[in-house]
Nanobody, 129 residues
């Protein structure tokens, strides 16, 4: 069973930065396609409520939602089996619960929540103005 554990959320002022981490209990992270999603608190039961932020394939190809393009960076450390999301120039509208997700895959990047098999519990990001 794959387990994903997020960390790094918190309270930050608008314009600030945060780095989220997602530790994955997998033998080889490059065998998985990963994604970061966000949702409003209380909406976690509905996958359709989860908004894609960024995705990365096992081969390292990335995809960003329009809201994240140019401000956020998704990356992996395959030596530690950790997924990251570097967030810069944060805005109030970035406030949400951020969850990482994974599924077996190498080439494709997956952009819909329904395509992912494994999920973390989420970490809260609050951006104050």
């Amino acid at each position: 069973q794959v387990q994903l554990v997020e960390s790094g959320g918190g309270l930050v002022q608008a314009g600030g930065s945060l780095r989220l981490s997602c530790a994955a209990s997998v033998p080889t992270l490059s065998s998985y396609s990963m994604g970061w999603f966000r949702h409003a608190p209380g909406k976690e039961r509905e996958l359709k409520e989860r908004e894609l932020v960024a995705a990365i394939s096992g081969s390292g190809r990335t995809y960003y939602a329009a809201a994240a393009e140019g401000r956020f960076t998704i990356s992996t450390d395959t030596t530690k089996n950790v997924l990251y999301l570097h967030m810069n120039a944060l805005k109030a509208e970035d406030t949400a619960v951020y969850s990482c997700a994974a599924r077996e895959g190498y080439i494709a990047r997956y952009t819909r929540a329904e395509e992912y098999k494994y999920w973390g519990q989420g970490t809260q990001v609050t951006v104050s103005t």
